[in-house]
T-cell receptor
Framework: NAGVTQTPKFQVLKTGQSMTLQCAQDMNHNSMYWYRQDPGMGLRLIYYSASEGTTDKGEVPNGYNVSRLNKREFSLRLESAAPSQTSVYFC???????????FGPGTRLTVL | DAKTTQPTSMDCAEGRAANLPCNHS???????VYWYRQIHSQGPQYIIHGLKNNETNEMASLIITEDRKSSTLILPHATLRDTAVYYCIAFPSNNAGNMLTFGGGTRLMVKP
């Protein structure tokens, strides 16, 4: 049972490049989330998926798209990266019937 | 979701109890109090949650006032590994796609 996994762990992009951050959970959770955390700040929700086949915007969705590929996987895409998107990105999932969120180890993204 | 207010930072001596306060004066009847912590550069970790009764688990105790307007997280014997940012969140009991909002939290420094 690996919990929540994220790839890659680190990434450097140039302005305008695109990339997809991958997240998977093996706990059979229905809801999954993408957060970003800027240095010295709390977490801010980008997008979430309450269940397979549904996605909704969070607090800071601009510049991102998501795909809930199946129950296990929830990916985050940056179509045209900007320096303002330099951050640490965390994926999380929620155990059904609970609000206990399980977080992945994070992806550290730098956009030059 | 109710807004929570926490001190920005606190110090605690190793081996002593760490008491982290949280104000949530606008909490509604169906909102639980959740505590998470984030150790440097890692994903947040769930600690404990409660509705109105005091709760205890292997990590911590949660004391909620009778009027539910504030709570205290207690780490009974703080260790250096408890140095982290602690987040208090008020959140409704159902998790149908609801968003957890992480504020700035309390930065706890455990000192030898």
């Amino acid at each position: 049972n690996a919990g929540v996994t994220q790839t890659p762990k680190f990434q450097v992009l140039k302005t305008g490049q695109s990339m997809t951050l991958q997240c998977a959970q093996d706990m059979n959770h229905n809801s999954m989330y993408w957060y970003r955390q800027d240095p010295g700040m709390g977490l801010r929700l980008i997008y979430y998926s309450a269940s397979e086949g549904t996605t909704d915007k969070g607090e800071v969705p601009n510049g991102y798209n998501v795909s809930r590929l199946n129950k296990r996987e929830f990916s985050l895409r940056l179509e045209s990266a900007a320096p303002s998107q330099t951050s640490v990105y965390f994926c999380a999932s929620i155990r059904t019937g609970s609000n206990e969120q399980f977080f992945g180890p994070g992806t550290r993204l730098t956009v030059l | 979701d109710a807004k929570t207010t926490q001190p920005t930072s606190m110090d605690c001596a190793e081996g002593r109890a760490a008491n982290l306060p949280c104000n949530h004066s606008t909490i509604s009847g169906n909102e639980y109090v959740y505590w998470y912590r984030q150790i440097h550069s890692q994903g947040p970790q769930y600690i404990i949650h409660g509705l109105k009764n005091n709760e205890t688990n292997e990590m911590a105790s949660l004391i909620i006032t009778e009027d539910r307007k504030s709570s205290t997280l207690i780490l009974p014997h703080a260790t250096l590994r408890d140095t982290a940012v602690y987040y208090c969140i008020a959140f409704p009991s159902n998790n149908a796609g609801n968003m957890l909002t992480f504020g700035g939290g309390t930065r706890l420094m455990v000192k030898p």
